[in-house]
């Protein structure tokens, strides 16, 4: 009597280290960026990859191109097409209108973002260290985006940051660009002013680095 061969096991690769070893196989799929990104400086990129069934996978990063680089970053793994664009047009009811980049410009609004950040001692969120970078392709043509406020300077905006991570940052851009080299936006809530007021930052503060109205509104 023939023994029966024993079975194949597959181990199967969970969505963070599909992404991390085998997703530069998948060819890029469309790109996009909330269409106010170069006045804003706040933005939201998409980047897609597809599978040969039809279904994608989609990094997003939430990109502060003004101070701190990638503020957040998430994905979604082997979807239908059908759920991006359904997030697309929630997003579009809260006023973020997506637009279709090439992928050399959804690279290089990234990149930058982290560069400029890194000058002054900010890093890329966590999740992108260890996960969503690897969703990027490697020597990509260079395109210079401008980073930074008006004047090429860090320019913080606290309005969705809690106070404790709003003192810690201007605190390291004190340390890391100097006094008079950053602005900052304090948040216009009652938790800011409360926090701020011991400090000597309010609405009457003449301090040139100080803005009190806020540039933009993150939506999640």
């Not at 400086?41 to 980047?47: D, Y």
Request: negative net charge.
């Amino acid at each position: 009597m023939k023994k029966k061969k024993a079975a194949t096991k597959v181990q199967l690769l969970s969505p963070e280290n599909y992404i991390r070893q085998k997703s530069k196989n998948l060819p890029i799929g469309a790109c996009f960026v909330t269409d106010d990104w170069k006045e804003q400086k706040m933005c939201q990129v998409i980047i897609t990859r597809e599978h040969i069934t039809g279904n994608i996978t989609t990094c997003f990063y939430l990109m502060d191109l003004a101070c701190l680089g990638v503020k957040d970053t998430m994905y979604r793994f082997n979807v239908p097409v059908s759920e991006l664009e359904e997030m697309m047009a929630e997003q579009r009811e809260n006023g973020n209108i997506f637009t279709k980049i090439p992928y050399k410009t959804a690279h290089n609004i990234i990149y930058a973002g982290i560069e400029f950040a890194e000058k002054y001692g900010f890093k890329p969120h966590k999740d992108f260290t260890s996960t969503t970078c690897h969703f990027l392709d490697e020597n990509v043509p260079r395109m210079k985006i401008a980073c930074g406020g008006d004047d090429g300077k860090p320019l913080y905006a606290s309005a969705t940051d809690s106070p404790n991570r709003a003192r810690q940052v201007i605190a390291q851009l004190e340390q890391t660009a100097g006094k008079g080299n950053y602005h900052y936006i304090i948040g216009m809530d009652e938790k800011f002013n409360d926090v701020y007021a011991d400090e000597d930052v309010d609405e009457n503060n003449d301090d040139e680095n100080v803005e009190t109205q806020p540039l933009w509104i993150e939506n999640p």
